[in-house]
């Protein structure tokens, strides 16, 4: 009986059955942070968009010298980059015209390709590697909910895992596992597209692994581009996801898995783009006839 | 009174700015295959349980906890893993700086063990809900080390600056 008389051991005792119930309520209200975790994260936001700011000054310094350096032969890349893209701004321009055009004739107006901007800046990254997630500094008065898509110029980098008042969590790709898939597709021609999920991240070889559900004809190739897909039915499609780097069979030798590179920087994330799907959901379908 | 303003700013400042110590870092260091995880707040404590902490006063424990459980709320979402090890370990370093003298190499030692024991038992809880499937000789090679290596420079960087407050403070406390 000794062991129970001890104080201190039942103060950690204690202590680790708090522990539990923590972690057991956390992982069970996922989705919706209470209402003090919303007061935390709002206050800290707010000191944190204001300790982002010098911070962001100084390393801007420093990766702005270390661009001088490379800067004259992005600029004889580009150059000849620009000089081919002249001549597809035309075919596009000619080619969405159209695509309006018809899609008046049929009276179509909103697409899953459609949505709506909001624009956010990275004030924390989780320094709990394990975690993956950064703060952005737009909440829910500027419209974010949960499982927004989140993108940069140069493609996807995960999705709202939770909102509160002024900032919300960002998931990143890194840190996406069984739970938060996301639909994803190639293209390619006459209906053959290959549609997939991307479920989880390689740590090894830092690449995000999709697989392939329903495999056409065309057969995947190294180099594909990756595209979100609308048919997950939470995110709107043809945000870029990544590129095609290797295909491998599962574990079990049933489907096969594309290993993809992401094609934003996940490692160095400022301006970032919430993603507004506008075509409604069915289940809201009535609302948003309202609203429009 | 200041004392007890004092330590709750310093400490929610530096749980703030480790926020922003990842984009500090290098990115190549961050691309590669380690991770490194600033514990400023943790060696923030240490300083508070070597320096400022009496036998019979049990501040650092108190800070270890209220703000544990802030970190776990803006950074990681799973309430208690930081609130829980912090706590711990600083109680555990607490009971042995009474055994020691409170000197530099002491605090440096101490927050080395500190340190390990911290993130060992993060990893430890993150295993077990299954947030991580690092295996054990991953984990020591490519976190333990470089964690440990990182905050210790970070707790001599800033010992010139706050180790004449922080005795002062201590010798004040009654």
Redesign the interface.
Known sequence: MNFFRSKKLFVILIGFIVLVVLIGYSLNSRGHLNFAEKIVSDSVGWVQNIAQAPVTFVTDIVSNVSDFKTTYEENQVLREQLSQQKSMVYDLQKLEDENEELRSIIDMTETARDYEPIYATVIARSPEQWVDQVTINRGENDGIQENMVVRTAEGMIGKVLHTSKGTSTVQLLTGFDEFNRVSATVLREDDKDIFGMIEGFDEETEMLLFRIIEESDADIEEGDTVYSSELGGEFPAGITIGEVKEVVADQYGLTRIAMIEPAADLFDIRNVIVVNRSIDQPEDEEEGDEES | MTRRVIFPLIL??V??????????LP?QL??G?Y?????WLFVMLIYIAIFYDRNDTYYAVLYALIFGL?FD????????????SY??VIYIVRGLKKMLQGNFYVLLMLSAFGIAIADVS?YA??TV?G??D?PIEVYLLNRLIPTILMNLLFLVLIYPFIIKPMRKWGTELT
């Open positions: 929610f400042a749980m703030v700015l480790s926020g922003v110590a990842l984009e500090l990115h961050l691309m295959t991770m490194i995880v600033p514990h802030l709320i803006v950074y990681t979402g799973i309430l208690g893993v930081y609130m829980f706590a711990l993060i809880i993150f809900i947030f991580t690092m």
